[in-house]
């Protein structure tokens, strides 16, 4: 069903949350994972863009070398604005899901600090996967999903998702 599955790290551990996640359903599918790491790039110096995509590319790998996950993730590093990054890295190959944290911000501070995820999902073309954020069971482990809401328009593409 799905033949990758992408997961958006921005350094925080909110994104890194995901993992649990990408990791049983990597197995489900047996599909790879690839961890994608955006850098922003507006009007800076080649030089700190340069460093910036080093740095991201040590933290992929590290957490890539740490994860229990069974197939090594990929890692990707590619400059520009993290949302168009994640949907062109989506996008890339037919059958990949994204799996991201959402940092649960809502109203004015959502408007004012933006939402990468509010944006991958309005113009993701691919499945998409929102974690919120401090997702835990009432036991303190991983949330396991009883149900799924799929929002359904009766076009062809909506159904597609089943």
């Known amino acids: 069903m799905y033949s990758k599955i992408l997961v958006p790290l921005d350094g ?7 993992l649990p996640h990408a990791q049983k ?10 961890l994608v790491c ?9 030089t700190i863009v340069a460093d910036a995509q080093q740095y991201c ?13 069974e197939l090594k993730p990929g890692c990707v590093v590619k400059p520009g604005i993290p949302a168009e990054v994640i949907l062109d890295q989506a996008e890339a190959e037919e059958g990949t899901l994204i799996v991201m944290a959402t940092h649960g ?32 069971s009432p036991e303190g482990g991983m949330v396991e999903f009883d149900r799924i809401i799929v929002p359904l328009d009766g076009s062809p593409a909506a159904e597609h998702i089943l």
């Open 12 to 18: 925080s551990s909110l994104s890194e949350q995901v």
């Open 38 to 46: 955006a850098v922003e790039i507006e009007e800076v110096p080649e």
């Open 57 to 69: 590319g040590k933290y992929l790998q590290r957490i890539a070398d740490s994860s229990a996950l």
């Open 105 to 136: 911000y809502s109203g004015l501070q959502r408007w004012i600090l933006g939402s990468v995820a509010h944006k991958v999902v309005q113009a993701a073309t691919t499945p998409v996967l929102l974690i919120p954020a401090g997702a835990k």
């Open 25 to 34: 359903l990597s197995k489900r599918f047996d599909a790879p994972v690839d």
